[in-house]
């Protein structure tokens, strides 16, 4: 037995509305009858019945125009309407499907056609209504995605934009193919001055391609505020990407270590499409080439972290671009190009202008966008001797206040390690020493230098008066400590909490046999050498030398309102 239906039954003849209520009254369904097509709306509205029986010509209202209006009141819902008809003709009964008739019942009625062209009608009506359920939990479901995708996003967006992608040397676009976006943009001042900038592009699109992202983020701002070089910070991201990732997923990269006060550009590209350093005295373009495979798919033993380094120069600019650049396609399916972009490059006579012809091209030239697009500019950067906000990754809060500690590196160590980045790793993480990571690092830096190059080797920094001696001095350096057999260099640190702040005292000491203080605080006026202690002495609070010229003092003192 069928479920009971409510059936409308809309007929002006008085016997076959009579004779229609028996049979479908005698099948278990509830029968409600209306004489004419206003009737019939008006009972639709207030009983909302199941399926309707309508006579295509009846007075007041014809069905053609009732069924019309049922459909209307009706909305989503599928109400069938099986028209009741002695027409036959073809036209005739196009007009009942235009009105919204769903099939024909042709008189004289025969009990087991109606019997069948119902229960027909009522699976496709509980068809429909399974599809529209169906349709509203997806769209329940789907707006919790994005919902849950829209916070996900706030929080990668606040990890992965911590850095300093608005500096005044850095232009960019990202225009993501899904709400996330698979390529990444990172960069960061450096506390030696300079910064550390990244273009990535994960595989695939949306958010699987940008689950990676954030702990790629978290080490490469991490590592880069504490002090470590590319090469580090490289190792440790493939390797946290290799452990992490799925098999088929990584990270085609190219990762800049731009260095203003020494003018040289680093580069390390895995995978991405060509970069360009474009000189601005009018040199050819130095492609910046792929040499190595992408972060993520080598075992951390087999990943090479080296690098090429190119000169920089004031007005130089770096353009990188993610592989959706060249692969965006016009509407006949043609690909932008890497000879197109080359054609920009070469046609651009106002450098300034190049970043938004290259954008601008890209706009006009692009139809449906088929994958992530991305686009960097950057050069060095203006001003470089100010303090630069560093993008630490953790909150600097959990550090102990009240130690000291001490560290001797031996020759084998200094051969082969450099313990600022590790030292730097330590103390940064209060708080308080922060916003001075910068000056921190340049203080240690300068001490580290003295005390191995002057102290453990033995070099005279009077080499560095021209660029020849310059030279002379760093081959002579790499000589020296790749024969190095003893010697050490031992930090003492000290952390002082105090009323109204804290105090960091640092002391230095080497294996040599000790300098003259007074003579070597004397710097003469633009002398090339000669300048460290001074710089130690104006960048730190406290500055001590010990009588015999083997160790150096230095203080950082801050408040806690600061």
């Known amino acids: 037995m069928p479920d009971r239906l409510a059936i409308l039954i809309a007929e002006d003849n008085a016997a076959d509305r009579m004779l229609l209520s028996t049979i479908v009254s005698r099948q278990g369904h509830r029968v409600l009858t209306a004489s004419n097509g206003l009737e019939a709306v008006a009972l639709f509205e207030q009983e909302r019945p199941h399926l309707v029986l309508m006579d295509a010509l009846m007075p007041v209202m014809d069905g053609f125009e009732a069924a019309r209006r049922i459909k209307e009141q009706a909305g989503e819902a599928l109400v069938p309407i099986i028209f009741l008809t002695s ?78 992608l608005d500096a005044p040397n850095i232009r960019y676009m990202q ?13 960061a001042y450096k506390p030696s001055g300079g ?8 595989t695939g699109h949306g958010l699987p391609a940008a689950i990676g992202a954030m702990p790629l983020a978290e080490v490469f701002y991490g590592m880069t505020a504490k002090g470590h070089a590319l090469a580090e910070i490289l190792r440790e991201i493939n390797a946290k990407l290799k452990r992490i990732l799925p098999v088929g997923v990584f990270c085609c990269a190219t990762l800049l270590n731009i260095s203003s006060k020494r003018g040289l550009l680093e580069v390390w ?21 792929s040499r190595h495979l992408p972060l993520g798919i080598l075992e951390p033993a087999a990943f090479s972290d080296r690098c090429e380094v190119y000169p920089l120069a004031p007005g130089d600019r770096i353009f990188l671009l993610s592989d959706g650049v060249l692969e965006a396609s016009d509407r006949q399916g043609q690909l932008f190009g890497e000879a197109r972009l080359l054609g920009l490059l070469d046609a651009n006579r106002q450098p300034q202008a190049l970043f938004e012809e290259i954008q601008q091209a890209l706009v006009a030239f692009r139809g449906e966008q088929q994958d992530d697009v991305s686009m960097l500019q950057v050069g060095l950067a203006e001003d470089d001797e100010r303090p630069r906000p560093l993008a630490f990754a953790d909150s600097g809060q959990s550090s102990l206040m009240d130690w000291s500690a001490s560290f001797e590196f031996r ?53 560095k008066q021209d660029a020849s001696g310059f030279a002379e001095y760093y081959r002579e350096r790499r000589l020296r400590l790749g024969a190095l057999r003893d010697g050490y260099v031992r930090f003492h640190l000290q952390m002082l909490p105090e009323d109204n702040g804290g105090r960091l005292i640092v002391r230095v000491e080497d294996s040599g046999p000790g300098f003259d203080p007074a003579r070597l605080m004397a710097t003469r006026e633009g002398a090339l050498c000669g300048r460290g202690l001074a710089l130690v002495r104006e960048l730190s609070d406290g500055f001590a030398c010990g009588p015999d010229g083997r160790g150096v003092s230095v203080e950082f003192c801050w408040s806690a309102e600061a």
């Open 87 to 164: 027409l036959t003709e073809g036209e005739a009964l196009v007009r009942c499907l235009g009105a919204g008739g769903d099939d024909f019942l042709a008189k004289p009625y025969n009990r087991v056609i109606l019997e069948a062209k119902i229960g027909a009608m009522d699976r496709l009506r509980r068809l429909h209504d399974t599809v529209l359920q169906q349709r509203d939990l997806i769209a329940r479901h789907n707006e919790h995605l994005l919902r849950e995708q829209r916070v996900a996003k706030a929080v990668f967006d606040k990890v992965a934009h911590s850095g300093c």
């Open 175 to 187: 225009s993501p193919y899904a709400l996330f976006n698979g390529d990444l943009l990172l960069a």
């Open 195 to 202: 910064m550390h900038v990244m273009l990535g592009d994960f």
């Open 269 to 289: 590209n895995g995978g991405l499409p060509d970069g360009y350093l474009l000189h601005a005295d009018g040199r050819p373009r130095q492609p910046l080439v």
């Open 411 to 463: 020759a084998l160590s200094l051969r082969h390690f450099n313990p600022l980045p590790y030292l730097l790793q330590l103390l940064l993480d209060v708080q308080a020493l922060r916003p001075r990571g910068g000056e921190l690092y340049t203080v240690l830096a300068e001490l580290y230098s003295n005390a191995l190059e002057h102290g453990v080797m033995g070099l005279d920094s009077s080499l």
